[in-house]
């Protein structure tokens, strides 16, 4: 499994390295607003993202971060909705479960 794991750092930081397809990503800062993150997603092609977000007043995940994951067919899990999110690997397929 491919993980990539960004912290905070958006696409003005991250658009400059070599971006090798992923599995699974973390997106970037709470799904705030990143002009750049198509382009990212189009760099990684992950199949499954991770929000890690709470009750927030900014509005995190933004609707465009959102339509972005949509966009890219890369199913998008939020810690606010769906509470831990466990991906593993078995016979070379990724399985997601959520644990609130």
């Known amino acids: 499994m491919r993980v990539f794991l960004s912290a905070d750092a958006e696409s003005e930081a991250l658009l400059p390295l070599a971006l090798p397809p992923v599995d699974v990503m973390k997106v970037p800062h709470h799904g705030s607003a990143d002009p750049g993150l198509p382009e990212v997603l189009r760099r ?3 199949r499954l993202a991770s ?3 709470g009750q927030n007043t900014y509005g995190h995940p933004t609707a465009t971060t959102l339509r972005a994951l949509r966009a890219a067919g890369t199913r ?3 810690n ?3 509470g ?3 991906v593993s690997v078995g016979d070379g397929r990724l399985a997601t479960t959520t644990e609130r």
């Open 44 to 46: 990684l092609r992950p």
């Open 51 to 53: 929000i890690p977000v």
């Open 76 to 78: 998008a899990y939020r």
């Open 80 to 82: 606010d909705r769906h």
């Open 84 to 86: 831990t999110v466990k």
